[in-house]
């Protein structure tokens, strides 16, 4: 099962999940890439979940696997924040979204 209200997201355990996020309005660099992260709080430096991907056409393509989603069941907190290399071999740092809701619910059914 998956759904979503708004930016917040509930999926299954186990569930593999696929969405576009549109950066509308924004002229990134072609070496710009985001990374997308859930975390069990907001303010918690270790995340459950991270990847980072390559932003094309100033979207991304967030592809979650089953085993990305077999985590333990509860509400998390999701992002998207966009990295731009700088010359220094650092990046730029920008955040477009406020965080979200990443609920995973318990499965019912054994297969």
Known sequence: MRKFNGLDIELTKGDSLQFKVNFAGRELPA???????????????EPVIEKRITIHENAVQVGLS??????APRT????????????DGT??????MEYAAFTILEVIGNV
Not at 31 to 45: G, P, S, Y
Not at 66 to 71: L, R, V
């Open 91 to 96: 990046y730029e740092v920008k955040t477009p």
């Open 76 to 87: 998390y907190y999701w992002d998207i924040r966009v990295l731009i290399p700088l010359g």
């Open 66 to 71: 089953n085993d990305d989603t077999d985590i």
């Open 31 to 45: 070496e710009a890439e985001a990374l997308f992260t859930v975390k069990k709080r907001t303010r918690d430096e």
